[in-house]
């Protein structure tokens, strides 16, 4: 159902599955390998793949915890975007990588639930994306010291609301690993 013309591809996004991103997150070790289990049907079903990787004050460039954990490999004709801020389409090219692509649908996994997954899934949908999130390939950290719900809350808050999401011509929805399709944006 995009908004977005002749852009009826589906690409699957991999957010921040960074050393110092996902070393202390809530099922840090499953969701890597559901990430996995989707890059190797997305590869299977010649679905665009398309890494983020953020860098800040606590994620310097080229330092260990900028790193993409080891158990994920990116291949190199894979696009790579580097983002600084939480939205992955702000101040980057992932708007052009995508539309080279002819996307118009994201399927969205990685980190951090509260924040990278959160504002990216809602910088597409406005931007004219239908922008799936795989509940169970996304992770976030104990914050709860700071007042924060617990991750397992944090992640079952943002499935369930993310799962009723839309826009005029456009739709989020929430799936698990075992029920993503890569079908073409407005045929589910």
Known sequence: MTT???RPHTALLVIDVQNGTVNHTHNRDSVIANINALLDKARAEHVPVVWVQHNDENLPRDSESW???PELVR???EPLVHKSYFDSFEGTDLEERLAERGV???VIT???TDACIRSTLHGALVR???ATLVGDAHTTEDLTEYGAPSPEQVIVHTNMYWDWQTAPGRRGGTVETKSVTFAPAGNG
Do not use: T
Request: charged share 30%; no cysteine; aromatic share 12%.
């Open 67 to 69: 790193q993409y954990v």
């Open 104 to 106: 118009g649908r994201l």
């Open 75 to 77: 291949r190199e004709s």
């Open 110 to 112: 990685g980190a951090q």
């Open 128 to 130: 004219g994306y239908d």
């Open 4 to 6: 977005l013309p002749d």
